[in-house]
């Protein structure tokens, strides 16, 4: 099934190739920074952690989860009002950035996913401050409430396992035989292309660096272990050892038209893929 959600850097598609590197079986599946979830609503594990360290993308997965009719009817309003008020758009993202802790969770998760869905190109981005500060998208009719989805996506999420931490201590449980897709932000492939961080803080090389040593222990244990990442020299000589896929990917993220179009990405896997020695 599709995402309900919007996402930069999300892997729609790039699927074919991450099922293809996938293991054929797993115990628990994990994906600590989960985003869009494009890999977990196509393969639909039965069991499975879910994490992302932006609190306000968890909370409204588990209000679609808790508060489905409720999401889905405020949705509907959001909509209808962003069709005939032009600035609409703004006072949601003013209420939102102002008192989003003060209201509930349904209500929260559907201000979330209206202005995913409308603002532009789906870029979720936070200032220093904290506040969201993307601008309205220029959608003619966007997909603010696909409830058919929404509902579906409520029910493949329920009964999962939620989390809001760094990636180290949502898969501090990870078990021999159990399977985690990483997808963290990507170390840069040019001097120019440093948009790595969707959320307040960073993620640099020194993060890099440790999430390599975090993934070599984690296989040492025995779990099944499938990144993806710029292909650098840097991701290279980081996953030595690791098996390394070249594919290519489309590049969702440019302020010039020239440089949109397919690059090569690595997906790297702790186990080889089938055929692979």
């Not at 989860?65 to 309003?77: P, Q, W, Y």
């Not at 985690?180 to 307040?200: A, G, L």
């Not at 098996?243 to 590049?251: D, G, K």
Request: with cysteine; charged share 25%; hydrophobic share 35%.
């Amino acid at each position: 099934m599709k995402p309900p959600l919007k996402w930069v850097g999300g892997k729609t598609k790039l699927l074919p190739e991450l099922r293809r590197l996938m293991p054929t079986s797993w115990g628990r599946y994990h994906e600590p920074f989960f985003g869009g979830g494009a890999l977990f609503f196509d393969v639909l594990p039965e069991v499975a952690s879910i994490n992302d360290v932006n609190v306000d993308l968890i909370d409204t997965y588990r209000a679609l989860v808790r508060h489905t009719d409720s999401v889905i009817e405020m949705l509907k309003e959001h909509r209808d009002a962003h069709k005939t008020d032009a600035d609409y758009y703004y006072r949601v993202r003013s209420t939102w950035n102002e008192d989003r802790y003060r209201t509930n969770l349904a209500v929260h998760a559907a201000a979330f996913i209206y202005l995913n869905k409308t603002c532009f190109n789906g870029l979720w981005r936070v200032n220093l401050d904290g506040k969201f500060n993307v601008p309205k998208g220029r959608y003619k009719n966007p997909s603010i409430c696909n409830e058919r989805l929404l509902r579906e996506a409520a029910e493949v999420l329920n009964g999962k396992q939620f989390f809001s931490c760094d990636y180290k201590r949502a898969t501090a449980h990870a078990v021999r035989g159990d399977f985690i897709y990483f997808d963290p932000p990507y170390v840069p492939s040019s001097k120019t292309s440093n948009f790595t961080s969707y959320n307040e803080g960073g993620f640099g090389i020194t993060e890099q660096i440790e999430l390599a040593d975090h993934a070599r222990t984690l296989a040492r244990r025995g779990v099944q272990v499938m990144l993806s990442n710029s292909n650098t020299q840097i991701v290279r000589e980081l996953y030595e050892g690791f098996y390394l896929h070249e594919v290519r990917a489309p590049r969702a993220i440019n302020c010039k038209g020239a440089g949109r179009g397919k690059v090569t990405e690595l997906i790297i896997t702790s186990y080889p893929s089938p055929g692979e020695p």
